[in-house]
């Protein structure tokens, strides 16, 4: 087959996020890597404001593993000033930016139709120019998401709770959804795009088994809207879950859903993904018993927080503690001392958490057992 210059370009690129020095946001197990993701971009060649590789700098500030520059197929603002009719132009200009730097950019676009069924975009798909028919006219709906599909590419719905689209704010199926999600051809829902988080989608994502994403949809300087600095403020993004850093691992984990959002102070997916993380986050290290140098039966622990985000914690067990309250906040990157009142001394003891930020459907969070193993 053909080599396209779209995949000599990848095989280039994935070589390049290996070994250089990022931003560890999220600490994952041995043999799985988290790669930070913003899938959802626009630059001049659509409706955005700055010119593709600014894209790119800007991820590699924000220590970004991944972006697509997902320009509108049925519009382009500046297309009087900027009247290119290669749609692959925005990728191409990235792609070749990129060269040594530590990220990868995939080929992607927007699909944007009025709702129903609204805006999806196309990832790792070839060629963005066969989105439109032999009289340049865009593919309608069907026929589009066919040819993302025909591609290759991981296709998934964008803000599903967009107020633009639904007046209430309410992200929920038309038939042409579940026709789309019946015939395998959708496989992704924004839960999270922007400043809006949506539970309903995160409803429909558990209900359809549709991959979890966040994306910052950003259009103008990301610096504009979100300040990586300020962890708390920082742009939304989506850790994939992959076996290793080769744009194959990738792909494979986002069709089978491995996935969790970073948003503001908010960890979201699905429970087996956030469990992993809280897992591989949140340590508890017992300093044996006794108080103030008095040998009692109150036993010392340290909790840490090994992530960017915060931990905020709410003890659901039947002990209390001896300074402190049930609702315990761990700051990100920090530890905090505790001391539990087991009544007796213990070898180890089970201790049982909500993580009140770590959201795995609507108004549920994350519960974990941790075992403290006294020396
Ligand atoms: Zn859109
Ligand atoms: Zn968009």
Sequence with gaps: MKKTITTILLMFLVSNINGQKRKQFFKSPEGVFYISSDLHIHSVFSDGSVWPTIRVDEAVRDSIDLISLTEHLEYQSHSSDIPHTNRNRSFQIAGGYVQKKPLAVVHGTEITKPMPPGHFNAIFIQDANKFFD??????????????????????????????????????????????????????????????????????????????????????VLIEWDFNIEKESFHRPITFIMSKNRTIKSISDALFNGDT??????????????LKEVIDNNFEIVSKGYGFKG????????????????????????????????????????????????????EKTVNLEFEILNYVIAPKTNLKTIKTVIIE
């Excluded at 109150?298 to 992530?307: C, F, G, T, Y």
């Design 294 to 345: 008095r040998k009692v039966e109150i036993l010392q622990i340290e909790l840490i927080n090994k992530s960017v985000a915060p931990i905020s914690l709410n003890y659901i067990g039947e002990y209390t503690f001896h300074n402190d309250y049930k609702f315990i906040e761990l700051e990100p990157r920090s530890s905090k001392t505790i001391y539990v009142k087991t009544k007796k001394v």
């Design 260 to 273: 969790f959002i970073w948003y503001r102070d908010l960890i979201i997916g699905k429970s087996s993904n």
């Design 134 to 219: 032999k009289n340049k006219k865009p593919l309608n709906f069907i026929n589009g998401i066919k040819e993302a599909n025909n591609q290759g590419a991981f296709v998934f719905w964008n803000h599903p709770m967009w107020e633009a689209n639904r007046s209430d704010g309410i992200a929920k199926l038309d038939p042409i959804h579940e026709e789309v999600i019946d015939k395998k051809l959708l496989h992704g829902i924004e839960v999270v795009n922007f400043d809006t988080f949506s539970e309903e989608a995160m409803q429909i994502a558990l209900d359809n088994e549709l991959t979890m994403m966040g994306t910052s949809d950003v259009h």
